[in-house]
């Protein structure tokens, strides 16, 4: 079943990179991180500044130097929690374009065609399975977002609800026994 899915059908992990790319945002974040913490700097020399001309010119009128402390201060606390938001961002955008790299890399050793399946191949591919019934089972291909086992857990339910880009039913080769299957991009 696995090789049906992975290994003999192409068409799925174009999907799934096609997928993936269209959840990455493009946009040159480590610039906007670089903008962000060059003004968060420049914002606590200023603070800083401030502080040492109160200290040298204690004549300075208080509301003048809270107003203006104030005003550093809370432009400071904005500063670092949009360069921490972002450089989360930027971490998830580079692990996904990581795990892209790699099965890329892992397809074009073996030529495109895969003949067995190792644990780095399975896991490069399926980040995790839901058994929903002893006859059905629904692969997850990580997206952008990686989840803590806890997080998977509380969301299973609703990962059985996405949208799956391939349904199918295996066989063995008896024919006897069958197994409805989905991959679905988490």
Not at 100 to 106: L, T
């Amino acid at each position: 079943m696995l090789n049906k899915v992975f290994l003999k059908d192409l068409d799925i992990m174009s999907t799934i990179q096609r997928v993936i790319k269209s959840t990455i945002k493009v946009d040159d974040v480590e610039s906007i991180i670089e903008k962000l913490t060059l003004e968060r700097d420049e914002n606590e020399i200023a603070l800083s500044n401030l502080i040492d001309t109160k200290v040298k010119t204690p004549d300075i009128p208080e509301s003048i130097f809270n107003t203006k402390y104030r005003e550093y201060s809370d432009r400071l606390k904005v500063l670092t929690a949009e360069i921490n938001k972002l450089e989360l961002e930027h971490v998830k955008n580079y692990d996904t374009k990581k795990r892209m790299d790699k099965i890329n890399e892992i397809l074009g050793k073996k030529n495109l065609v895969i003949d067995e399946l190792d644990s780095e191949i399975l896991s490069t591919f399926i980040y995790k399975m839901i058994s929903v019934s002893p006859n059905e089972i629904v692969y997850c291909i990580a997206g952008t977002k990686n989840y803590s086992d806890n997080e998977f857990k509380e969301r299973r339910f609703e990962f059985l609800k996405t949208k799956p880009i391939i349904v199918e039913t295996y066989h063995t080769p008896d024919g006897l026994d069958k197994m409805l299957y989905r991959v679905v991009v988490i």
